[in-house]
T-cell receptor, first 111, second 112 residues
Framework: NAGVTQTPKFQVLKTGQSMTLQCAQD?????MYWYRQDPGMGLRLIYY???????DKGEVPNGYNVSRLNKREFSLRLESAAPSQTSVYFC??????????FGPGTRLTVL | LAKTTQPVSMDSYEGQEVNITCSHN???????ITWYQQFPSQGPRFIIQ???TKVTNEVASLFIPADRKSSTLSLPRVSLSDTAVYYC?????????????FGAGTRLTVKP
């Protein structure tokens, strides 16, 4: 089992460009999460999805949209990237004992 | 939503026991306490979880007092490879509290 996978691993965008970060899990968990982590900082919750077809805002949702395409996949979209969105993005899923499993991260730079 | 507070950083030496305490004064009745470890350039990974009293696994122990307003992660005989950031979270999937938020974590540096 791959666990949680994220693509791409690295991305450089210009201000105003759009892109979608992909996340998939093969652990059959209902809850999925998107976090961002700025250098030297903790993780901040962007959006989460309790189950297929539902999404909710976290701490820092502005500038992002999400789609829970099915139980396995949860994507994060930046419609018009800004330098303030330069960060490492982590996707995670959570089981019913509250344990979260994280992907390897996507390192995004917005110029 | 329970908020957690941890020390920003801690230093230790190889072979020592390290205790990291997390405060969660507003913890709800059904919340579990979970600790994660994060190395640079990696996502956090699960260390240990508990609800009350003491839990021990192969890498750590978790002590939770009766009032559950704090918890202490204990790492026995740390090595250089334990240098990482440690996060505590409280949450409850039973009642579908899916809004899981990490604090700033505790940066542990283990010295030779």
């Amino acid at each position: 089992n791959a666990g949680v996978t994220q693509t791409p691993k690295f991305q450089v965008l210009k201000t105003g460009q759009s892109m979608t970060l992909q996340c998939a899990q093969d652990m059959n968990h209902n809850s999925m999460y998107w976090y961002r982590q700025d250098p030297g900082m903790g993780l901040r919750l962007i959006y989460y999805s309790a189950s297929e077809g539902t999404t909710d805002k976290g701490e820092v949702p502005n500038g992002y949209n999400v789609s829970r395409l099915n139980k396995r996949e949860f994507s994060l979209r930046l419609e018009s990237a800004a330098p303030s969105q330069t960060s490492v993005y982590f996707c995670a899923c959570r089981d019913r004992t509250d344990t979260q499993y994280f992907g390897p991260g996507t390192r995004l730079t917005v110029l | 939503l329970a908020k957690t507070t941890q020390p920003v950083s801690m230093d230790s030496y190889e072979g020592q026991e390290v205790n990291i305490t997390c405060s969660h004064n507003n913890i709800a009745t059904n919340d579990y306490i979970t600790w994660y470890q994060q190395f640079p350039s990696q996502g956090p990974r699960f260390i240990i979880q508990g609800y009350k009293t003491k839990v021990t696994n192969e890498v750590a122990s978790l002590f939770i007092p009766a009032d559950r307003k704090s918890s202490t992660l204990s790492l026995p005989r740390v090595s250089l490879s334990d240098t990482a950031v440690y996060y505590c979270l409280v949450g409850d999937s039973l009642y579908n509290n899916n809004d899981m938020r990490f604090g700033a974590g505790t940066r542990l540096t283990v010295k030779p």
